[in-house]
């Protein structure tokens, strides 16, 4: 073989050996399992590995499941970016999970709101509020819910749902309890009485699963729960009467999150994944299959979306609660939960 022969061989295995390390680029993302797993990977993830030359492994769990995974794995990080919800990301974060977000063209189109540190940000908003069977109230003749106070009318005992603190609606209502009596974040006694002394009689389960809460209403056996737009809207696709309400004093803001991750591998391809899940595009495909608000304001919503879904002018009255506040305390307010108010 000449020289010629040698360097050009050379230049094609450097070549070659290029292509194939970009090819082997794995990102591997951590996230939601069921409807928001199966978006992913059907209509999401293929458009930006094609786009990208990176090849995507997708680690379903939810927030809980995925926190706990980031702390098992704090010295050799298996995630590159993990979606939350805004709770548990307080803590990722807090607990130096989370790398700095990089500032891009598309994330000046975010919602102040969703804007949730230098290391995350919301990708949609659920509201927390009032879920109702509307065959139920017009059957009653009752007007739909309009007050997180209506949580106390006596005329729902026995036909009302709230999860428990575990979850994040049961913790929303935790906090707006104490707000409409007096308290908040920073002084939760009103709220911890008013759940004891007046919600919980009128309380048939604190239910925390989405599928078991659903065949509660299908079932007949509750009206009226404290729930998600997002739960509620999945129930009303299968044909149930089921309506959100959002309380007059306003529906609090649950987001679905994302960070990257710290130490990660492919940290440029991790930047460039959060900002295509805000991509326009992207962002009202979320809203079809999970039932989210965009928080790119740019998102143009169907209609029939437009109407039950945190979006435009909605967004304004969603109210947000302190997570640094909350989360230093959950601990010690589940036990006491458990004490006072399913007791």
Request: aromatic share 8%.
């Amino acid at each position: 073989m000449n020289y010629s022969s040698i360097t050009l061989a050379t230049a094609l295995g450097v070549a070659v050996a290029g292509t194939a390390a970009a090819q082997d680029k794995t990102l591997t993302v951590g996230g939601y399992g069921g409807s928001f797993e199966t978006l992913m990977k059907e209509l999401v993830i293929p458009q930006f590995e094609k786009a990208h030359d990176v090849e995507i492994a997708f680690v379903p769990g939810n927030s809980t499941e995925n926190l706990a995974r980031l702390q098992a794995q704090r010295s050799a990080q298996e995630l590159d970016v993990v979606i939350l919800d805004d709770g548990p990301m307080y803590q990722a974060d807090a607990l130096g999970f989370c790398a700095p977000i990089k500032d891009s063209e598309i994330k000046q189109n975010v919602y102040d709101i969703a804007r949730l540190g230098e290391n995350s940000i919301g990708l949609g908003f659920v509201a927390t509020g009032f879920t109702y069977n509307t065959e139920w109230f017009e059957r009653e003749g009752w007007e739909p819910p309009s007050s997180w106070m209506d949580l106390t009318d006596p005329k729902f005992e026995g036909i009302l749902s709230v999860p428990p603190i575990s979850n994040t609606y049961g913790l929303h209502t935790l906090v707006m309890m104490a707000r409409m009596n007096g308290g908040g974040e920073n002084d939760i006694d009103p709220g911890f009485t008013a759940m004891t002394e007046e919600v919980a009689p009128n309380i048939l389960v604190f239910e925390p699963s989405s599928g078991k809460m659903s065949e509660l209403f299908q079932s007949e056996e509750i009206a009226l729960s404290i729930w998600g737009s997002g739960r509620t809207k999945s129930l009303a696709d299968t044909g149930f009467s089921a309506k959100f309400a959002y309380p007059e004093e306003g529906a609090v803001a649950l987001m679905i999150a994302a960070c990257p991750v710290v130490d990660s591998d492919v940290p440029e391809e991790a930047q460039l994944f959060i900002d295509y899940l805000l991509d326009p595009e992207v962002q009202v495909r979320l809203a079809e299959a999970m039932g989210t608000g965009p928080s790119n304001k740019e998102a143009e919503l169907p209609e029939d979306l437009a109407k039950t879904l945190p979006y435009g002018d909605k967004i304004a009255d969603l109210m947000a609660v302190d997570w640094d506040v909350i989360n230093p305390k959950r601990e010690e307010w589940t036990k006491r939960w458990a004490r006072e108010v399913e007791r």
